[in-house]
């Protein structure tokens, strides 16, 4: 059974402010930001289950150029995109 919040307890948008002005050069620091945010909060709590979430999305990020959510994206078939490493969207990263 989930447990009920606390007024101290973290919120969604808490792990959003975290998230929202993420990049790959700092998707590691914020998700380790995000593990201490939710740390005290029971595993079946529905922030720490979003927060894995947005992890989960950070660990993707720090292996991408960036998180893509809006805006078309660049087709793989332009010229010399191919050469580009760092092309590579949160939602398919490029691993080491």
């Not at 919120?11 to 790959?24: S, Y």
């Not at 620091?29 to 005290?40: D, I, K, S, Y």
């Not at 660049?74 to 949160?90: C, F, K, L, T």
């Amino acid at each position: 059974m989930p447990s009920d919040p606390s007024p101290s307890d973290p919120t969604r948008a808490d792990v959003d402010a975290l998230v929202g002005p993420a990049t790959p050069h700092f998707a590691y620091q914020l998700r380790a930001r995000l593990r201490e945010l939710v740390a005290g909060l029971p595993d079946d709590h529905a922030v720490t289950l979003y927060a894995r979430q947005k992890m989960e999305l950070l660990d993707r990020l720090g292996y991408a150029s960036s998180k893509a959510e809006e805006g078309p994206r660049e087709p793989g078939s332009r010229p010399g995109w191919d050469r580009i490493p760092s092309a590579a969207p949160a939602d398919r990263p490029l691993r080491p």
